[in-house]
């Protein structure tokens, strides 16, 4: 009786077996990729054979032509994790729940808002787009908020003020206020719940509003001095300089796509800063994404409950270099009694450390009163109160603009607005 040999019954058992195809999902995800990358499809059967090159002959001409086997393992991997893989992520959906967004916003589009450009320049699946309508979302309801409330703020404080609140710094703290993770470096195999951009590309930020001037290049170079004109029609949303040498890089760097590039209107900047304005551009991709699934309501709602519900002292921002000349000049101007200083108590003349409080007065009215150890000293934080109590005065009801886009809204009654500070 002749024994079975096991290795030969093997060998054909697993000749015999046919191929088993791949997994659905895996044949989805690779179309998907291949279709993504505009890659020719490639036949999917393997060469049964041992070398590294198959060889055919032709009957007619009788040469030998090479076959190469197909080169399914030689696709590039994508920039960024494919739209399908936003379903599966935990992340990603407690990063929804976590921020109360409404189920008409897709994880798909959340997940897009992670994607910086940096990481993927392909418009169809970075956040530029969505981050544009954002920040003109941001802008629009920061001014009217700023403007409605505190009539008065000069020009460079109203600027001060609106990028406290949607500039990139406070921006960047509200998605790290949201538990916001950023990956390590981008990638195809990256969770989608994690934001997403790259250290080594300049991360490209989209400004609405500016204009490249035609003496920026020597504003730059001397340090000319620019008046407050120059900030409102040439300058961005806060006020800075829109560098015409900084555009250039944007449109000249090296790999830029030329559907990033060709973006001329929308004044690209290149940003120094690459941690801090991907975290912004998802704050503003997420405000975008809101306002295109669910419309302006909600969009002014979320803006108003996690963007202008932040605590921002505007009296900090105040620098007043000849406070007592500006107040006088405020007295002329609104044809109020030309103000007087007056002592109004004393403690410790002849002491190490003596106090005086000094009032500002215009006729019998009180405007203002400082308190120091010197009666100068005394005399010019009385002026500065006097002038921050004027320029922070805010009417007690305030109605906005983007009230009367409501249903069933009542007239819209134009706000005062002062005409300006006194001296710039």
Known sequence: ????????????????????????STRICRAAQISRLQAPLCCQRRWQTTSSEAVLEDPDNMEEIPILPPEEDRITPLPSPPPERALYSAKLAALHARLSLSSKIPLQTLARTLIDPSADADPRFNNANLAFVGASILQYHTSEFLITRYPRLPMAILFSAMK???????????ARAWGVEAAAAPGEEVDPGLLQFSQDKPTVMMSKWGYVRAESKEIQKYKWRRGLSSAVVYDNAFGEM?????????EEREGTPPEVSAARNTKDLVVDNPVGNAHANFVRAVVGAIYLHCGRDAAKTFVKSHVLSRTLDLSNM??????????????????????????????????????FVVGIYSGRDLLGEGAASSLNDARVAAAINALKAWYLYSPVDTAVPSDTFMEDAAPYKPAYVDIGEIIS
């Open 164 to 174: 406290g609140y949607s500039g990139v710094p406070a921006l960047h703290q509200i």
């Open 1 to 24: 009786m002749k024994r079975i040999r096991l290795h030969r019954l093997s060998s054909q058992l697993l000749s015999t077996t046919p191929a088993r195809s791949p997994p659905s």
């Open 242 to 250: 829109v560098s015409e040498q900084r555009q250039q890089k944007t």
């Open 318 to 355: 105040f620098e007043f270099k000849t406070p007592a000349r500006e107040l006088v000049r405020l007295c002329g101007r609104e044809d109020f009694d030309p103000p007087v200083a007056r002592l109004l108590s004393e403690t410790g003349r002849l002491s190490r450390t003596p106090v």
